[in-house]
């Protein structure tokens, strides 16, 4: 077998931690992964994983090996994207991902004016609501709410996002528009199952750190659900600014308790660090920095300035 293509077999059963799964993945037989890895480990003279019944893992000389692996890897794919010149020219498939919502608001409908300037790629767009890890998974370009902790990777910051509680204005005149974070005690509180913020809500009260329990006294599985629910008057929830920038820009929803809202975090466009960037990556990027940079969805300041 070539080698190249036993060391993607390799690199599949470590990153899916298992000789089925790699398989699937790959689209071939158990039984052929599984003789690839000990014809290796005999042609090497070592042992790369390390087998239980209930387990897998790499030993010490397999790390090294994937490691070893995925840079070969990389650096055939390179020379052959620079032969066929897509470091000068847009083309071939481009894989990006981002959170659901944030995916299907803003990044699904800039796709297609995207493919429409660069006829040569094709987009896989993966939305999903966890952080991918990009060179395990081949993404190209990833769109991420927060600071980033990975060095290996560059960032352009295109908005920002809050943490807000919103409300419909009809619920506030029945009920009364919270002044304080404790008044939220009382209140009809929707909340996503999908959202991390659904238990304790964290706000900021002249400069120290607040939390506050709630209790929500309706949950759905999905963020839109609970935006649409608080959007009929029934209560008040707590998303990301981006999720209601259109509501509250038509006075559909209602921000309120703005003064003790968390600080911004940054919206970023993210692409891997590389001393050639592929022309389809760095079109993108240059695409998403402008069209993102210039929606005032993304600058919710702005917004509250208005």
Not at 115 to 125: E, Y
Request: hydrophobic share 45%; proline share 5%; with cysteine.
């Amino acid at each position: 077998m070539d080698r190249f293509q036993e060391m993607r077999i390799f690199m599949a059963v470590a990153d899916q931690e298992g000789f089925a799964a790699a398989a699937r993945r790959l689209n071939i037989s158990p039984p052929s992964v599984t003789r690839v890895i000990a014809a290796m480990e005999a042609r090497i003279g070592t042992q790369l994983l390390a087998r239980t019944t209930r387990s897998l893992r790499l030993t010490e000389a397999g790390q090294r090996y994937l490691e070893d692996c995925r840079r070969i890897l990389g650096e055939v794919a390179e020379a052959e994207e620079a032969a066929a010149g897509s470091y000068s020219v847009p083309c071939g498939q481009l894989t990006v991902t981002a959170s659901v919502l944030f995916g299907e608001l803003f990044i699904a409908p800039l796709l297609a004016a995207y493919l429409d300037q660069f006829p040569s790629v094709q987009v896989n767009a993966l939305l999903v609501d966890r952080v991918v890890n990009m060179a395990d998974e081949g993404i190209d370009v990833a769109i991420r709410i927060g600071h980033l902790h990975e060095t290996s990777l560059e960032a352009v910051k295109v908005g920002e996002v809050r943490q807000v509680v919103c409300g419909a204005p009809a619920y506030f005149e029945r009920h009364g528009r919270p002044a304080l974070p404790a008044e939220l005690g009382s209140a009809n509180i929707v909340m996503s199952s999908a959202s991390h913020l659904l238990s304790d809500w964290q706000f900021v009260d002249q400069g120290q750190a607040l939390s506050v329990r709630c209790q929500p006294r309706l949950v759905v599985t999905a963020n839109q659900a609970a935006i649409n629910i608080a959007a009929l008057g029934w209560g008040i929830t707590r998303v990301l600014s981006y999720q209601v920038a259109s509501l509250v820009a038509a006075g559909t929803l209602e921000r309120v308790l703005r003064d003790y809202e968390p600080p911004a975090l940054p919206i970023q466009v993210v692409y891997t660090k590389s001393h050639r960037i592929p022309a389809k990556v760095r079109t993108f990027v240059d695409f998403l920095t402008e069209r993102l940079g210039n929606d005032p969805a993304l600058r919710p300041d702005v917004q509250q300035a208005r």
